[in-house]
């Protein structure tokens, strides 16, 4: 074991170490201050014999001359086993609800591995989320990544927990205009919170265990009073324990990250204390390939019956989507959930906003034999015609409702319908995607026939309900 | 070949020390794995490496061995429908070694070497021949033929030629210089990535390269050696368009590069191009395509490189007289990489952090794109092309960064994609009002010889149409449609039936999602036949919103699902219009129609 008492600098989270010898990139290291208080580190870089050192549990008590620092020569490790489940975690993956320590399965390094993109099987299984705005529209797919970008003060903790409680996959369905039957099968959870405050992680872990979904959760937790710098850590620890019970207990997992936001600012924390050309608005320049080591790390993989499927949160500093965090986030996952403030405070629950929302895996997963045929079709139109009838209404704040087209005006009562039946639903609601469509199609039924551009007469012939109103 | 020890190590970059003879973009093989790396700088004896591995786990005293070669790909049979790496690593290859994760210092050459492949000589002994000359040829698949050629810098006389099976390493014959040196000729070349194949001349390009998606073959065309850039924020739809292209334009060979993306969407390549098949050839359209995926979760050196490793290929198949696509998605990750690796070199930054050096390297990359005389004197000429799309993923959207405002500078077709037109799902959501191509003029004496003659007019008619809506548009938002004279309100109906039936096409529905030359044009001249007789049959009495609802709109919508084989619908239609568009008539019908939903 190499023991060292050479610090000689500490700025901010980080150590600079002096006179270390066969020290290596990203080794693990055991942080000793002078009052007794220990944390863990890894290398940052490496410069002859002198070493950095980030230390994820911060640097307070520590002094040049009285840390003591022990370099491990592996890299930091989370010990896996089944047992995992039903547990709480702290963000270094060390039991904090008072049970026993996991006898580890294996110990696997939290950096994991790239998937090889020929071994990934492309992810075409659409999971019901019980929630129209999703299904009908964005439909989350197994093995997908699909943040939530939500602003402070919005129920993104509710739909995520929402979603982690009634999510589901179908059977494939011999008939294409009939959906599959739910299908039970291995499922868990893994939630990572980074950086939330004790009453948001109190609602997941009550959430979790009203509906006994804790048996088959594993919750990872650093809250805002613990160090910044071991968020960093933290979704790394759950998408380490989220492949082994993927990967090798066959299990289909949803990994819950939040608040990606506060990851990114312990990341910039550590480049601002290395004082490190920042990119745009002072988050490191290398920003984008971090956060897809995080994002990639959802998937499936040939020849494995399990399955990762990420939904990290991330609150849009002022509602901005444009900030380098859900920007480079966006251009990493695939697809986004907005929630939408106007819609919030007009009371609508769920407020996803569904024009600028995306699930870029929806024509994998859904259609005949996913869902139904005429599934896509009836999305498109229903985005179509909202998005059209948003505009008449914002022509008729300025000229009157009296200077729209009967059309026009077909589609306004459309929107307004759409965002009060089919956005909105209860937080306890579960709708099957048989309801979503079924809804959808009374929805498309208000607007004048020949609107209807987007779908194949064949289903317009099949679905339209028979004439309710002109 | 000479040693070094490290000394430094932090992310990706490496500094070494003790490497005096080797040269800058030298490979050299890192740490007790050996893995790939390549000198960026030199400091006396001190080299910069950037490690197309993961870094973790090396520390100083590890050695560092020279290879004295720069990075360069192996260019010869095989190469389609391959997977590769930013370096060229087969990863189908390397999942059969390593597994469905990548392992480190797992590594295998980019050329199979056991496979045989049946060479047939084009050329005899005692023929003399220079570099870029065909020697012989092998039939790499169905559909393409690969030909051989006498590497660019050898020249000489036959001494002997074989046909057979053989590897690639294998010599297919022998060549004596004229310096009396006997050279082995293998089907197998290698070049340094980073330096341009050469050829005779460059040409100026004229054809285009058809891409089935309308907006881009009717207003925004390239040609085949142009260059194009697709910039947009996410979700407006960079990654499907570059999809169509490669699926379905009209080029011989595609270089597909994920550079920095998704791993999902290279696996939605991986599976759906087998499947697919190609309009041209009716083979699947994999057996014309090469993947090189680097991921975002890749090593980012790596991704520096891919783009390279990329166009040096569709540089080796444009020699053999094809025309190549090479597709980069994305360009602005390939500049993040440099930005990277600059960062960790500590080099001043220029605007937003990125290298100075940014807009050079993005022109030089760009600069290798064209059509060209190819290099060799055997036979008749053979002319061969690379045309180079490139998507730039510009932060929040904002063109004015520096990644799209240093492409703007050097690419010839700008495809700007909208995020509005995405939240209306209008796709391809490429902006008619932004987007440009300088390649009209060029290409407007083909379309007078294959399309129509009136084909370039259409469009430019078409093209004043959506110009003048946009003007219209602000009006109509201030004191609504009512204002506009009927003639305005003609024309803005006419520019929804361009933007709705024709701009908007489906990159999902088999019958949208690839439209001919020549359908392209019919579609326009039906919306366009309306768009005269609704002003005439307006002239002579009929009220608008009886033209507005004439049944045979419904026809003109639907037109575009029409395929190849229907061409003569589009006559039809065409009567339809003529008779449903007259002067009062027809009107009670047409209400009739609308109101009950027939048709």
């Known amino acids: 074991m190499r023991e060292y008492m050479t610090t000689r600098d500490i700025v901010g989270p980080l150590l600079l170490i002096e006179s270390v010898t066969d020290v290596t990139y990203g080794e693990l290291v055991e942080l000793e201050y002078p009052d007794g208080t220990k944390s863990l580190g890894n290398v940052l870089e490496v410069n002859g014999d002198v070493a950095l050192v980030q230390a994820f549990e911060g640097t307070r008590g520590s002094n040049p001359s009285g840390t003591k620092a022990k370099f491990l020569g592996r890299s930091l490790e989370l010990g896996v086993s089944r047992d995992m489940l039903g547990r709480v975690f702290d963000g270094l993956g060390r039991p904090n609800d008072g049970g026993p320590e996991i006898i580890p399965d294996k110990r696997l390094s939290i950096y994991g591995s790239p998937i090889n993109p020929t071994a990934r099987d492309f992810p075409d299984d659409f999971i019901q989320t019980g929630v129209s705005a999703i ?51 291995e499922f868990a959870v893994v939630f990572a919170a980074m950086g939330i405050t004790f009453e948001d992680a109190d609602f997941f872990t009550q959430e979790f265990r009203t509906t006994s979904a804790i048996e088959r959760a594993v919750l990872f937790l650093n809250l805002a009073d613990d160090p910044a710098v ?207 469509l079924a809804l959808g199609w009374e929805l498309v039924a208000l607007l004048p026939r020949a609107e209807l551009k987007r779908i194949k007469d064949e289903y317009v012939a099949k679905y339209l309900p028979a004439e309710t109103e002109a | ?143 393409i033929e690969h030909r051989i050629m006498v590497p660019p810098s050898v020249s000489g006389t036959i001494a002997d030629i074989a046909p057979g099976a053989f590897t690639v390493t294998d010599a297919v014959g022998h060549l004596k210089t004229d310096a009396g040196e006997t050279v082995a000729l293998t089907m197998m070349q290698v070049w340094p990535v980073r330096m341009a194949r050469p050829y005779a001349r460059r040409l100026s390009a004229s054809e285009p390269l058809t891409t089935g998606t309308r907006v881009i073959d009717t207003f925004f065309p390239i040609v085949k050696g142009g260059v194009a850039c697709i910039p947009g924020p996410f979700g407006a739809g960079k990654t499907v368009t570059q999809h169509q292209i490669a699926k379905w334009s009209n080029a011989e060979v595609v270089i597909f590069i994920g550079c920095g993306e998704r791993g999902n969407e290279m696996t939605d390549v991986l599976m759906e191009f087998p499947e697919l098949v190609d309009p041209y050839s009716g083979e699947p359209l994999m057996k014309r395509t090469v993947l090189v995926a680097n991921t975002s979760n890749m090593p980012v050196a790596a991704r520096e490189a891919s783009v390279y490793t990329g166009i040096t290929m569709a540089e080796y198949f444009r020699d053999m007289g094809y025309n190549v696509v090479l597709q980069a998605d994305s360009t602005s990750r390939w500049a993040e990489a440099m930005r990277e690796i600059s960062g960790r070199l500590e080099e001043m930054p220029g605007d937003e952090g990125f290298p100075a050096y940014l807009g050079t390297k993005l022109a030089a990359f760009y600069e290798r794109a064209g059509k060209v005389e190819c290099l060799g004197v055997d036979g008749e000429t053979r002319t061969g092309s690379v045309s180079v799309v490139g998507s730039v993923s510009p932060p929040g959207g904002d063109l ?84 506009l004279s009927p003639e305005e309100q003609i024309l803005m109906e006419t520019a929804k039936s361009i933007r709705e039936d024709f701009l908007q096409q489906n990159a999902f529905r088999d019958d949208d999602q690839f439209s001919s030359l020549k359908e392209q044009d019919l579609l326009l001249k039906t919306i366009l036949l309306f768009h005269e007789r609704a002003i005439e049959a307006h002239a002579a009495g009929a009220a608008l919103k009886d033209i507005f609802v004439a049944p045979v709109r419904e026809r003109i919508t639907r037109a575009k699902y029409l395929g190849p084989e229907d061409i003569d619908q589009y006559e039809s239609i065409a009567s339809d219009i003529e008779t449903q568009l007259v002067g009062g008539g027809t009107d009670e019908d047409a209400r009739a129609v609308y109101a009950g939903g027939e048709r």
């Not at chain 2, 909208?418 to 440009?436: C, E, G, K, N, V």
């Open chain 2, 400 to 483: 004015s960064e520096p990644v799209v405002q240093n492409t703007l500078r050097v690419v010839k077709v700008f495809w700007a994609l909208q995020d509005q037109l995405a939240f209306q799902r209008h796709f391809p959501a490429i902006d008619w009002l932004t987007s440009y191509s300088l390649y009209l003029d060029k290409v407007a004496p083909f379309w007078k010889t294959e399309v129509s003659e009136e084909y370039r007019g259409r469009r430019d008619q078409c093209m004043a149409i959506l110009q003048r809506e946009n003007e219209l548009a602000e009006i109509v938002r201030l004191v609504g449609l009512e204002a």
């Open chain 1, 230 to 436: 071991e968020r960093i850590a933290t979704p790394r620890m759950a998408l380490t324990a989220a492949e082994y019970l993927a990967y090798e207990c066959d299990m289909h997992v949803l990994v819950i990250l939040t608040d990606m936001t506060y990851y990114c600012e312990a990341l910039r924390e550590v480049s601002a204390a290395r004082k490190e050309v920042p990119g745009r608005r002072g988050y490191p320049g290398y920003l984008y390939t971090d956060l897809a080591t995080i994002y990639e790390r959802a998937g499936r993989v040939k020849g494995r019956a399990g399955s990762i499927t990420q939904v990290p949160i991330l609150s849009m500093p002022d509602d901005d989507k444009t900030h380098p965090i859900p920007d480079l986030t966006g251009y990493i996952t695939e697809g986004q959930i907005i929630l939408d403030r106007n819609l919030h405070r007009r009371g609508i629950y769920p407020p996803v906003a569904v024009l600028p929302s995306l699930s870029r895996l929806k024509q994998k997963g859904i259609g005949p034999g996913k869902t139904r045929e005429d599934h896509a079709d009836l999305s498109n139109q229903l985005f179509g015609a909202y998005a059209r009838g948003l505009q008449a209404k914002e022509l008729a704040v300025i000229l009157g409702e009296a200077a729209l087209s009967d059309t026009d005006k077909a589609f306004v009562a459309f929107a307004d319908a759409f965002e009060d039946r089919f956005i909105r639903q209860g937080k306890h609601e579960e709708r099957s995607v048989a309801e979503t």
């Open chain 2, 1 to 143: 070949m000479e040693q070094g020890k490290i000394v430094k190590v932090a992310g990706p970059l490496v500094v070494a020390e003790g490497l005096i003879e080797s040269k800058m973009y030298d490979l050299v093989r890192v740490g007790a794995e050996g893995l790939m790396g390549e000198i960026i700088e030199m400091r006396g004896d001190r080299a910069s490496i950037q490690v197309y591995e993961e870094t973790e786990g090396l520390g100083p005293g590890d050695p560092v061995d020279a290879t004295g070669a720069p990075l360069s790909v192996e260019l010869g049979p095989g190469m389609l429908e391959s997977v590769y790496d930013g370096v060229q690593r087969p990863l189908d290859v390397l999942e059969r070694m390593a597994g469905a994760f990548l392992a480190r210092g797992v590594t295998a050459p980019g050329l199979d070497r056991e496979k045989l492949w049946e060479f047939t000589p084009t050329v005899s002994a005692g023929q003399r021949v220079t570099g870029g000359d065909i020697i012989g040829t092998v039939q790499e698949n169905v559909v």
């Open chain 1, 135 to 185: 299904d009908g529209l964005n439909p989350l797919v197994r093995g997908q990544k699909l943040p939530i970008f939500s602003g402070s003060g919005l129920p993104h903790n509710e739909l995520a927990a929402q979603i982690a409680r009634q999510a589901a996959v179908l059977a494939r369905s011999a008939q294409a205009d009939a959906v599959g039957e739910k299908l039970e099968g």
